[in-house]
């Protein structure tokens, strides 16, 4: 009998794949999945766990995350254990600390500080793939695979300046990329309504896309617009998949802009057309109607270049400021996406100074009402004040597209969890809990055998993966056990931290997270590393 031997008596087995539950045993023995069946009574081995009123899945992935620093910086991780996560997908959205230089990381620091904050006293020892994940490998509280971030490795070339790059700035980009997929990365992430990604154009990303097809990577955009250009943008989107061979995942695919609430179906019918042609798409949501991000993001692009420092003198001035107000409240700012911005749904996430605390939680409106102001002039003044660090969460959205995106054959589940701030958005806690309690049990939108292998099959094959995201003997036991009536989110947009119900035993590599319900002082967690071509064709089980 070893320590990281268990027996898992009686579970109802949901494999990942989205068949039918069967109760069934399953032993773990020295971190791999050693037996699934039904064993006779006295074959037990190691520590026998009565499993006869529980449900046994593979653990859940994470496909759009944001707990870059977090999993190095926080071992307990409770928003991801609590709800059975065994595998975060970092290096999302375009912008993450490596690959990088001093320089680079620096404003990457200041530009991220809204989503992840800072790693404190911890040193910051990693500027590239390898060494991220090797900073990972010295104990994590859940497994993490990392994309290259389109953004990140512009600025190693162009900074933070606007314009079209050169050829020989590409194939400068190319290198950087190679070198990171050689090191273990999955694939390319893409921020089009962030700086400086937004000043790329689609040529760039079909030949960097390239690059990534050369390790069966894919690639995961934020597209350019999520609101009046949703469509031309996906279709950007799908152009650099065809014309680069790469699948298309596309994160966080909401559709909340107004004039689009109950149009989903025209969005899936796109992504349909593309599937027919043959190209490889997947998709990740997060089951909620509000977004989040760090506050300046929704500045306009012109004001934001040359990064931080520039910013920061720029927009103090009057006429800056007068530009960028009439960009916020009259023409539309690239930063929001194209659009004017609602200052009603803008709530104050996360401040840094003690003089802005009484902000967080209400609306940019409601303050700017408080105060005699202009609320455009408010998010402005706020923004300095804070010095880049504040957060924000935005509201809006519409149940029905969220409901009918999280139906399609090619969903996967994206917390999208930002950990840092006040109050952050529920979703880093939430999420899984969420699609498990509430939307499958309790509106029973789909079976829990669907809403499993969302979680855990589907994203496994998108990654690649040969060895996780099912429950099958040689696989790694990165299993989640947990009972079905009980699951629910409890995280709120008041209190944002309390943990997920439910969840009895989370194992990573068979080494137990979670236990009995309570987190263990285990970090089994190891950076994953995509080390060969594989086959990632879709999963379409419903």
Known sequence: MTSNTFTIRGATVID???????????????????????????????????????????????????????????????????????????????????????????????????????????????NSVSQYLGEVDKGSAVNVAYLMPHGTIRMLVRGMNEGISSAEDIKKMQEILRTGMQEGAFGMSAGLTYVPAMYSDTHE?????????????????????????????????????????????????????????????????????????????????????????????????????GGIDQLRIRLREPEVQKKVIDALDHTGSDGNQGGVVNWDNIVIAGVEKAENKKYVGIAISKLAFSQNKLASQLYIDLVLSEDFKASMVVFGGNEENVRTIMKDSRHTVGSDGILHGDRPHPRAYGTFARFLGHYSRDEQMFPLEGAVNRMTGRPAMRL???????????????????????????????????????????????????????????????????????????????
């Open 16 to 126: 990942g794949s989205g068949s039918v539950g069967v109760k069934k045993d399953v032993v773990i023995v020295e971190g791999n999945i050693a037996e699934v069946g039904k064993l006779i009574k006295g074959n037990e081995r190691g520590k026998i766990i009565d499993a006869s009123d529980l449900t046994l899945t593979p653990g859940f992935i994470d496909m759009h995350s944001h707990s870059d620093l977090g999993v190095i910086a926080d071992k307990a991780h409770l928003s991801k254990v609590t709800q059975g996560v065994t595998l975060e997908v970092v290096g999302q959205d375009g912008l993450s600390y490596v690959p990088s230089n001093e320089k680079v990381q620096a404003e990457l620091r200041a530009q991220l500080y809204g989503w992840n904050g800072t790693l404190n006293d911890h040193d910051w020892n990693f």
């Open 205 to 305: 990303l079909i030949e960097l896309c390239k690059v990534v097809r050369e390790f069966g990577g894919y690639y995961a955009p934020h597209h350019r617009s999520y609101g009046a250009k949703i469509f031309e943008s996906i279709a950007e989107c799908i152009q650099i998949s065809k014309e680069s061979a790469v699948p298309l995942h596309l994160t966080h695919c909401h559709l909340s802009a107004p004039i689009y609430h109950g149009r989903a179906n025209e969005l899936l019918k796109l992504l349909d057309d593309a599937s027919s042609q043959g190209i490889d798409i997947s998709l990740d949501t997060y089951p909620y109607l509000a977004g989040s991000s760090y506050l300046h993001m929704m500045l306009p692009s012109w004001v934001q270049a």
């Open 464 to 542: 690649g993966l040969q060895d996780r995201g099912f429950i099958r003997e040689g696989y790694r036991a990165d299993l989640v056990l947990f009972d079905h009536e009980s699951v629910a989110d409890r995280s709120t947009f008041e209190s944002p931290r309390l943990p997920a119900s439910g969840f009895e035993y989370v194992w990573i590599n068979g080494i137990p997270t979670l236990e009995k319900g309570e987190r263990t002082d285990f970090v089994p967690g190891k950076g994953i590393r995509k080390t060969a071509l594989t086959n990632l064709g879709g999963n379409n089980v419903k």
